[in-house]
């Protein structure tokens, strides 16, 4: 079965940087899009980041000009170069990968905290 694995999350101060990875086990065979949301505590869950299969990306306005969304179809993994990095940024943070079936990583927890 597909499995979405998550790594790089952890604690930075504010100002500093974080790249998350996300990478898919298991068979499968065509991946359609690729991306991120993040849940914090008091907030809906927002989408962060958006990658396609024809690399066309978007991201939330909360995070433009700071955050990258890229992807390596080969690796079956995405993933999320967090710069700038601000309190506001702490959530637990989960991949998704859209293939024929939307997959979910386990969630990292990022905190930006001094």
């Known amino acids: 079965q597909v499995q979405l694995v998550e790594s790089g999350g952890g604690l930075v101060q504010p100002g500093g940087s974080l790249r998350l990875s996300c990478a898919a086990s298991g068979s499968i065979f065509s991946i359609y899009a690729m991306g991120w949301y993040r849940q914090a505590p008091g907030k809906q869950q927002e989408l962060v980041a958006s990658i396609t299969n024809g690399d066309s990306t978007n991201y939330a306005d909360s995070v433009k000009g700071r955050f990258t969304i890229s992807r390596d179809n080969a690796k079956k993994t995405v993933y999320l170069q967090m710069n700038s990095l601000k309190p506001e940024d702490t959530a637990v943070y989960y991949c998704?990968?859209?293939?024929?079936?939307?997959?979910w990583g386990q969630g990292t927890q990022v905190t930006v905290s001094s």
């Open positions: 998704y990968i859209v293939g024929s079936s939307r997959y």
